[in-house]
Antibody
């Protein structure tokens, strides 16, 4: 059974950093294209970043230069390093495997 | 980057058919995926590649895609279908390859 479990969210001050993790089981993260998608309170889904099986990475304009997607094949885990956080980054962050499997999400709140 | 346009809301009576549209430039040339999201829950894939259903999704959910419009059709709507629905495509030629529509709130009257 495929399972994705996000962690690492929390309350952080503007300008701070957080690293989100997405632990996968039931498949290999390096074999799929893995994405981060976020949802601000009361808003729709917003794609954040993707890493392809070959290692190519892409980012939404809103996070480019501040966020970095990566994976650790030995831990079968996807990451999202978030720097220079802003209030508008406040959202539930989901990871998904491109095959219809999503995690439960982790809440990031950027506030002083 | 590519833009997908959905109506903010659709209302339908129980037992009737709901149709949720997703507009995009020549969207018929892309594969469209549809997600259902209920409050406080993660999105669930209900249709992929325009018209295929994942296992466990009722046959009442179907999809079509042609020209500039993709459509999610929910037949014999039930109260439990009330949710937000999002269309999504991959634009592999773009630096912003994954695009979501703005979402449609389906209300069951």
């Amino acid at each position: 059974e495929v399972q994705l479990v996000e962690s690492g969210g929390g309350l952080i001050q503007p300008g701070g950093s957080l690293r989100l993790s997405c632990a996968a089981s039931g498949f290999t993260v390096s074999s799929n294209y893995m994405s981060w998608v976020r949802q601000a309170p009361g808003k729709g889904l917003e794609w954040v970043s993707v890493i392809y099986s070959g290692g190519s990475t892409y980012y939404a304009d809103s996070v480019k230069g501040r966020f970095t997607i990566s994976r650790d094949n030995s831990k079968n885990t996807l990451y999202l390093q978030m720097n220079s956080l802003r209030a508008e980054d406040t959202a539930v962050y989901y990871c998904d495997d491109g095959a219809g499997n999503w995690g439960q999400g982790t809440l990031v709140t950027v506030s002083s | 980057s590519y833009v997908l346009t959905q109506p903010p809301s659709v209302s339908v009576a129980p037992g009737q058919t709901a149709r949720i549209t997703c507009g995009g430039n020549n969207i018929g040339s892309k594969s469209v995926h549809w997600y259902q999201q209920k409050p406080g829950q993660a999105p669930v894939l209900v249709v992929y590649d325009d018209s295929d259903r994942p296992s466990g999704i009722p046959e009442r959910f179907s999809g079509s895609n042609s020209g500039n419009t993709a459509t999610l059709t929910i037949s014999r709507v039930e109260a439990g279908d009330e949710a937000d629905y999002y269309c999504q495509v991959w634009d592999s030629s773009s630096d912003h390859p994954r695009v979501f529509g703005g979402g449609t709130k389906l209300t069951v009257l």
